[in-house]
């Protein structure tokens, strides 16, 4: 019965989407009449024509830099898939290329709605605020929903496939030929997690470059050298700012929450299958074989299937018991909704493993069986519910070091009125600090739902986390669109009212956006040591000795790697945002003058060139790396290096999220005139927007990107275990047989 | 034979330190008769006064600092001393008494010599440079050579007793009492290296909180306020940063390496004493026990022994063959002394090899001897030279990237003139890269001195790599010595002359300084391999499998360590830093308007009561997570910790030590007219001054307190390792008993 669920949730989604999208499209509505001219003098329909110009101006500028990305995307997709087919299997080649596309059309079609939605919310904006808001929100749950729905109907059909090829196997596999089927459908679990989060890697990199060069490069050319205000429409950079919120926060992080729901789902099927594993005796030929991996393989989906149904009832119910009226109930409204699909999730998360696991069953560590485990209904919940408010519990902490709400924030603005070396330095204080209690808390949730369900435990934990997923992404996506609708507001000139309430949504989506990023993090470590529980398994290591010296090698190594990949994309940020500044100080003299019109064209190309241009390197060394050292120095050194990335990435992807999310707000804190006396344009003001500045490539290149880097590195493990198990070392001993 | 050599090392140095010490004291030189009195025009000895009245003010702020830090300690010693006595065993209390009192006179003595050396310097610089840099450099060798041989002898007498100990057992002992004996003599040794090891963390974050506290809150003051120069005599903070150098970058650096020695040390011992292990029936009741402990015992300290002998004579080579004439002489004979000591240590090395490991012997890692490793004194004598070489490289890497000399740094100068944010993204960016080659050297270190010698190979290459460690101190006391000097010129008006040569000593010695922290890393990490290593054997740890969740859960709240350390001391800087700006404000319009003397001693007491009140939460931190966290979570949970924090606080510590020193160059090249048209007090002079603010506290505070950090932590958990193991858990199993 439960098996028509995910069906059922695509069709629930495709109604959906089709409503949503033809209330957001703003063609055909040529300014409402609650909608008042701005202070009675100008024209209305001209007002409404330059909105809709300045959105086709991003709309563009977004569209030419993905169509751009993808072209070179599609370039690796069909070198790497190439590459899977020789060296693991062609069935993995096939699912790695349907994992791409999915991720691809994922980030594109949020990105569409994106672009579609801003202009509409700065539109409702001029008139209301509570349907700006709504706007904003609907905007951003088409993407939410659609992403996770994808996710869940590819990942449907490709478990249908797995188990028609099965098929064949009704009873337990005894034959060579067998086995080796069961190695394809590894595989190719393994290859659709890799596809997508391969792809989400170099969207999240390309657009978190051009997000940031544009970003800061706008800044520092009109900010701080003409005292311009942000998005004034005479900043050449103005435009690629707003294109790039729309490439990197929207495609870039939608393709990177997919990646991790994909590998959390693969994770969890690859640690079930090796529980099915053909070599247990347990499976008795009276058992059909199918009917175990099928009544087990659909929990993990199934929990996500749910959760989009609990999302979709959890913002229609904000929507009607919490309509958003005045400024301050934006926030409240934005954080109820995160708490009550949490509270929905809970009693139906427990309903499914009942449903799912009406018998205790083993699952095992290990290739070899030796670590068994004894999974039932309640023992799962456990694992799910951990994850599930874990993740919550990692929102709130992240919003308390991050919101001008609080202490700490408050703090860091407190010391820029002395400098802004102290701010940079309070800030860098408060990001190292802001890591206790995530981490504690991914520690805790491994460790209990690893004590109740082995490595497979994990996997649910971190399924759990994501099960609000559809309502997490809607939120996230809501920033950007909130953010663009200001920009569009200022560029088109449409009054201090309408601006002030697109502000007032945009900072609610600043701290919404830092609840959204801690939740992304611990999801991804959690799928992480997930991932490096499955890699072990496939790889056959049973037990990873550190005091094997291999293994510690590849621990400092991996260590290393998220240094070294935060050295390239700062750096890359950095040079492509010095080229911004300089083609703005060009142009600025004859737009300044009146003699010239600022051209936003050649901004947006320097962005996207430099972008796609720095994607390759970061790319390459999260993908090379755990491979070829395999190769080199043996499967124990991956398995290190996985270790070392994820306990090393973990703690500077929240720092680095943290500390930029502080000083941004600090910022804020201080336009808004929380410190009497030094508002904007003061001296204070002016080294907040120094620590904004360096902030942004951390808490929006470098920073979140980690998180792929982690999931990936694991994956791609994942994906080449049978041959850094196989090929050319013995699977006994960790090092390479070289050193034998 | 070679049994003699320590004390015979003892004499050398004696008669050095009576001799140097004679040479560096002021009293009784009224200004020789080389020197030219300043513009002719004022009276030299009335110069002379205020050099020697200024000299004194910065003697009584360190000494009262020191004074006041060794009051507390003396606290937390006893205290700490009683629980180890009651806990562990009283001969490790008194060990741990002798290892916190030497590394505290250590500290002394280091600081005793530098404030006498830096009036002295600057005197010499009046008239020559080159006697003004042998002074310095001689100031310098005085700490360097006091403190390598202090530890070698106290370190053979502790040898020595334990030796006379075990003359009772003179064949393998057989009975119980005889085991209990072994233990104790393993937790001894173990207390020497914690004792210098939580002094030196305390100086070290106490001195690099004071020094900073003041340097950042006389630069935010004076310089950022009022446009004064560095150490102008006007600003209030300038003595308390003055005396930051003394108690910072003497005292704590010299308690810091000198712990890294003791540890290396102790480290080897555990490992040797291992391996003659009563339980090993291999040594039958015919070879005298104690004779194989003496000779195998001996190579480590020999090693160290002859390094001071070598370090002599390098330094006196360097002054004879490379005497300073002209300014830009002055880096290179600094570097040539590094480079000459390194090459004459190598052959001797191999010699002392060949005479102690005549013969190969057995060697193991754990304490049931599974893995063995067969030492032979060609292995040893690769394992101490891959370790000292290996530091040579990761030096002149760290000189790479913090010398103005090479593109990294100037990239940083080019980027400031755009902005101030521009120039903390490259720096970050710098930090982050420049990791790569010390891990990977330490990595390789590591893993072929293991292959080698096992976990004993790794201790070798530690006292590789420490073997010049009487050159590094001497090159690392010399740069705050100048810095002083320099100091000391500007407030006593010596004029422009002087001036110019101290700065240039004081830029060589900055660079040697970044040299001398990438050492002092690289060395740490390397001891932290060994202790772990150690730890385990104690522990009885055979296999450290990071599929146990609870060895998982460990790695992950060790890697978070470095990170809660460094919020707490940067925040701790920041604090001082504004209360020392505050007092300063409050000051200045009475100074400046010529109606009030400025009143150094406050500054002195602000920043000595910040210190030491602030040092006490991360000193807790380090020492008690790994033995609090062991006892509730099992002791692979406690060697998880360790892998954790070794892993993710050696990438800290090198990215921001060498961030920091970036950032310092950084201003110095533009300070230097490397950016023509942009040079002192431009836009772009100003943003590197905030770049220099920033990394302060990273590269002198946080920075190198994290290698105690990694170091303090293992040692801590070896003293514990038997509480740890036969307490409250089974020694098969990693988990604590109460979750089995």
């Not at 920033?479 to 009212?497: F, L, R, T, Y």
């Not at 999260?622 to 124990?636: F, R």
Request: a negative charge; proline letters at 4%; one cysteine or more.
């Amino acid at each position: 019965l439960l098996i028509i669920v995910p069906p059922a949730i695509g069709i629930i989604w495709a109604v959906y989407e089709i409503i949503a999208m033809r209330m957001i499209k703003l063609d055909g509505h040529p300014g409402r009449d609650d909608i008042v001219s701005v202070e009675g003098t100008q024209d209305k329909a001209k007002i409404l024509r330059t909105m809709v110009e300045i959105s086709n101006h991003i709309a563009e500028g977004a569209t030419s830099f993905l169509v751009e990305q993808y072209k070179w995307l599609s370039l690796y997709i069909v070198l790497f898939a190439i590459l899977i087919g020789f060296v693991v299997s062609w069935p993995a080649t096939v699912a790695f290329v349907l994992g791409s596309v999915t991720s691809g059309a994922c980030g594109f079609i949020g990105m569409k709605t994106a672009v579609m939605s801003n202009v509409r919310t700065c539109h409702e904006c001029w008139g209301s605020l509570t349907k700006g808001f709504e706007t904003a929100l609907r905007g951003g749950s088409v993407m939410g929903l659609a992403l996770v729905s994808l996710g869940i109907e590819c990942l449907y059909v490709t478990m249908l496939i797995t188990l028609a090829w099965l098929g064949s196997a009704s009873s337990a596999p005894s034959n060579d030929k067998e086995i080796t089927k069961m190695e394809y459908i590894f595989a190719s679990i393994a290859g659709y997690g890799l596809g997508g989060s391969s792809i989400a890697l170099f969207a999240r990199v390309a657009g978190g470059i051009y997000t940031k060069a544009a970003d800061v490069g706008a800044d520092l050319s009109g900010k701080n050298e003409y005292g311009m205000n942000e998005d004034d429409p005479r900043n050449p950079a103005c435009i690629a700012d707003n294109v790039g919120d729309n490439v990197g926060d929207i495609a870039g992080m939608g393709a990177d929450l997919f990646g991790s729901f994909a590998e959390a789902t693969c994770a969890a099927f690859l640690l079930l299958a090796n529980a099915c594993n053909p070599y247990d005796k347990s499976y008795a030929s009276d058992v059909v074989y199918k009917d175990i991996m099928a009544g087990q393989l659909m929990f993990p989906l199934l929990i996500s299937s749910v959760g989009v149904v609990a999302g979709l009832i959890s913002i229609l119910i904000t929507r009607f018991a919490f309509p958003v009226k005045t400024l301050p109930q934006i926030e409240r409204t934005l954080k109820i909704l995160l708490l009550i699909s949490t509270v929905i999730m809970t009693p139906v998360v427990i309903g499914l493993a009942l449903g799912s696991y009406p018998e205790e069953f083993t699952i095992y560590d290990d290739e070899a069986q030796v670590h068994r485990y004894q999974v039932t209904w309640w023992k799962a919940s456990v694992a799910v519910l951990m994850g599930l408010w874990g993740g919550l519990i990692i929102g709130v902490i992240t919003e308390y070091y991050t919101s001008h709400s609080y202490r700490p924030v408050r703090e860091i603005a407190e010391t820029q009125r002395v400098s802004a070396a102290t701010g940079i330095i309070f800030g860098l204080s408060l990001g190292y600090f802001s890591n206790a209690v995530p981490v504690i808390i991914t520690a805790a949730c491994a460790l209990i739902s690893h004590k109740f369900c082995g490595m497979y435990g994990v996997s649910l934990a971190a399924l759990g986390m994501l099960s609000t997923l559809s309502v997490t992404l809607t939120v996230d996506a809501y920033g950007p669109i909130s953010d663009n609708a200001g920009g569009i507001a200022e560029m088109a000139e449409v009054g201090e009212a309408t601006r002030e309430k697109t502000d007032a949504l945009d900072a609610a989506g600043n701290t919404t956006a830092a609840i959204g990023k801690g939740f992304a993090i611990g999801s991804a470590a959690l799928v992480s040591i997930a991932l490096f529980g499955a890699f072990c398994v496939r790889a056959g290591i049973e037990s990873l000795n550190l005091l094997d010296p291999w293994a510690f090698t590849g621990l400092l190594i991996g260590a290393l790697m998220p240094y070294i990949f935060s050295g390239m994309t700062m750096r890359s940020v950095g040079i492509a945002a010095q080229d911004m500044v300089t083609e703005c100080m060009r142009q600025f003299p004859g737009i300044i003058s009146g003699a010239e019109k600022p051209d936003y064209t050649r901004c947006v190309s320097i962005a996207t060139r430099a972008s796609i241009k720095e994607m390759v390197a970061p790319g390459a060394l999260v993908i090379l790396t755990p491979v070829i050292l395999g190769m080199a120095l043996g499967k124990n050194c991956t398995a290190g290096i996985l270790l070392g990335a994820l306990s090393s990435g973990i703690q500077m992807a929240i720092s680095m999220s943290n500390t930029g999310g502080a000083w941004d707000n600090a910022k804020k804190y201080i336009e808004a005139n929380g410190l009497p006396g030094h508002g904007k344009g003061s001296a204070a003001h002016k080294n907040a927007v120094t620590g904004d500045t360096v902030g942004d490539p951390l808490k929006d290149t470098s920073g979140p990107a980690l998180n792929i880097l982690i999931k990936l590195s694991a994956i791609v493990s994942v994906m080449f275990a049978s041959v850094l198990k196989s090929s050319t070392f013995s699977t006994s001993v960790g090092g390479p047989s070289w050193a034998k």
